[in-house]
């Protein structure tokens, strides 16, 4: 079960990432991605805090507060409520100054069908490049290794994601549902279920299951 938006996809290269948000200096591995899954690396973006330049680097996905004694609690902190992040212990503090941009071009829930759960992919314009808005902190671990942790803003869904999920990732920063004029969605295989899962085949649109009534808990 995911959980809330607990799957996505940053397909492109380093280079077709960067070049549209104009970053520098990514000096982390990466290749291309299907089916990113919470505690693995995805790419962030930041403003450079004294220089007029965005940053990107690699970040573990599930974020971890300065202040944590421990690491144990990430895997709640994948995504922050946009409606309370201020005011909760975990993202309050990255709210007001360690924002950032998470790059994707699609990501994934689960709608209950008669049999199973569906996966669908989302995509907005067919499978463009975007940016869900995000939130970062770094936590020092016992062995005083510093570690940089992202969190994915979610908000109420707009008409496409409602379908499926009553949340959904914020894009853009918007803080909103985004249009839904500029977004669609289509079932995937089941093999997204699976994090060892991670090619193109993630992706590719089958047959609709048979969806119950009610949507997949977040």
Known sequence: MFPRCGRYRPSRRK???EE???????????CARFNIAPAQPVPVIRQHPKEPIRQVSNMRWGLIPYWARGASGAASTVNARSETAATKPAFRDALKSRRCLIPADAFYELVRTTKAKQPFCFEVNEGDLFAFAGLWDRWKDPHGTWIKACSILTTTPNAVTSVVHDRMPVIL????PYDARLMHSYPVSSRVN???NDDEECSRAVEPARIQNGLFQS
Do not use: N, R, S
């Not at 549209?20 to 990466?30: A, L, N, S």
């Open 15 to 17: 280079q077709i990432i």
């Open 20 to 30: 549209p948000f104009g970053t520098e200096d990514w000096q982390d591995d990466w």
């Open 173 to 176: 920063e918007l803080l909103k």
């Open 194 to 196: 699976h994090v060892a």
